[in-house]
């Protein structure tokens, strides 16, 4: 049993994609970029999503190392991109909330490049595979769905966080309007009673 974990550990030791996760935070009237330099023949995906603010949307366009627009999308909430480099150099990812003049956002972004390698070297050969090369193959793929899934769900725990804090934020500020418009009313109908008996006060004494 113990050589078959062993075995599994090391069959699962791979050289994964390059990958950047990373939640920044997008003031209004503002622009950020981020910058990667990739070799020719390299394929890179780009994953963002709006977690808060605004109505959770934003500008966003990459260009190549001559400037040229690789892809360019106005007010997304959460949008892929893929593409294969067709020159080595600097390539530029930004993110625009320039359209907005109050406020800010909060925008996740994962940048992915290169290509996984093999997860074990007798797969790119046509044998076989054995039992328990098949498990670690299988093991290594629902990872990678559970990956996925984790960051899936962190997202959605962020941005309903957000929203329930917006909500408390509301009702809070809602609770205390009212409360004050009670006092107001309160002290405006004590008022009003006292001035109806002052005027009654008043014209009985000019009576006598």
Excluded at 192 to 207: D, H, N, P, Q, Y
């Amino acid at each position: 049993m113990l050589c078959l974990r062993l075995s599994c550990l090391l069959l699962l030791h791979v050289f994964v994609v390059f990958g950047t996760e990373l939640t920044f935070e997008l003031p209004d009237n503002d622009k950020q970029c981020f910058y990667e330099e990739l070799e020719k023949d390299v394929k890179f995906d780009i994953d963002f999503q709006v977690i808060a603010g605004g109505n959770y949307d934003v500008d966003c366009f990459v260009t190549d190392p001559q400037n040229n627009v690789l892809y360019n999308e106005k007010k997304k909430q959460y949008d892929s991109f893929s593409h294969t480099t067709a020159m080595k150099g600097v390539y530029k990812v930004c993110f625009s909330n320039e359209f907005s003049s109050f406020t800010h956002k909060m925008v996740y972004l994962e940048f992915r490049h290169g290509e996984e390698e093999p997860l074990m070297p007798s797969l790119t050969r046509s044998t076989a595979l054995t039992q328990l090369e098949s498990s670690c193959v299988s093991i290594h793929e629902i990872l990678k769905v559970v990956a996925d899934s984790q960051t899936w769900y962190r997202l959605r725990e962020a941005h309903d966080r957000t929203k329930a804090e917006h909500l408390l934020e509301r009702v809070t500020y809602w609770s205390i309007g009212e409360t004050i418009l009670l006092f107001v009313i309160g002290i405006g109908q004590v008022m009003l009673l006292k001035s109806f008996f002052i005027e009654k006060k008043g014209s009985v004494a000019a009576t006598t």
